[in-house]
């Protein structure tokens, strides 16, 4: 079975600084790959995924994530935070039987 | 306009008093999934309907139960909650199976089991 591991439990960054959440997953076969995000009191929302081709994908909101197969790593980017930017960031990852495996999450908070 | 509709937002329950959790969909999407998720823990898949086909996953406790009596609505009913059901219950769909579906979420309900 897959399972996903988010390394950094709670980030604090001021505004403008760079950001990146870590991401590995375990799983030996072919995956597709999801950044989701969920600030306060609202749903979980797609922020960007991989599924194949180039391995530096760009989402919403200025994020980017890189995906390297030889370090199972779909690592999350922003090059200058804002404080809107706080919210929780679930990475996840979804195996050839369509199960999507969470993260535990990361909880950004971004300092005005 | 939200897409994926839960209600409530927040239940509270006594032990062992059933409950019944709501999803509501304006996608018509054909696959609707219920995921818990308790405080500082990912989300953990309950079950899933493809349509009409129930999908159970292996350690999901008996006690959980699910509704789906059209593309729209699907139903999460706890028979007898314990404390340990305390947690935020979200649900999902998508437009299909398999590794490419996107799925898009409610904003969940929160549960408490005093």
């Known amino acids: 079975a897959q399972s996903v591991s988010q390394h950094n439990h709670h980030v604090i960054l001021s505004e403008a600084a760079s950001l990146e959440l870590g991401c590995n997953y375990s799983?030996?076969?072919?995956?597709?790959l999801f950044w989701y995000v969920q600030y306060p009191g609202q749903h979980l929302q797609l922020l960007l995924k991989y599924f194949s081709g180039d391995p530096l994908v760009k989402g919403i909101k200025g994020f980017e994530a890189e995906f390297i197969k030889s370090k199972f790593s779909f690592n999350l980017r922003k090059p200058s935070v804002q404080w809107s930017d706080t919210a929780e960031y679930f990475c996840a990852v979804n195996a050839p039987n369509g199960q999507l495996t969470f993260g535990s999450g990361t909880q950004l908070t971004v300092l005005p | 306009d939200a897409m994926v509709i839960q209600n409530p937002r927040y239940q509270v329950t006594q032990f062992g008093k059933p409950v019944t959790l709501s999803c509501s969909q304006t996608l018509n999407h054909n696959v609707m999934y219920w995921y818990q998720q308790k405080s500082s823990q990912a989300p953990k898949l309950l079950f899933h309907?493809?349509?009409?086909?129930?999908?159970n996953e292996a350690d999901t406790p008996d006690n959980f139960q699910s509704r789906r009596p059209n593309t729209s609505f699907c139903f999460l009913d706890i028979r007898s909650p314990g404390l340990g059901d305390t947690a935020m219950y979200l649900c999902?769909?998508?437009?299909?199976?398999?590794?490419?579906?996107?799925?898009?979420f409610g904003a969940g309900t929160r549960l408490s089991v005093l």
């Open positions: 799983y030996g076969g072919t995956v597709n």
């Open positions: 999902a769909t998508s437009s299909l199976r398999g590794a490419k579906n996107i799925q898009y």
């Open positions: 309907y493809y349509d009409k086909d129930f999908n």
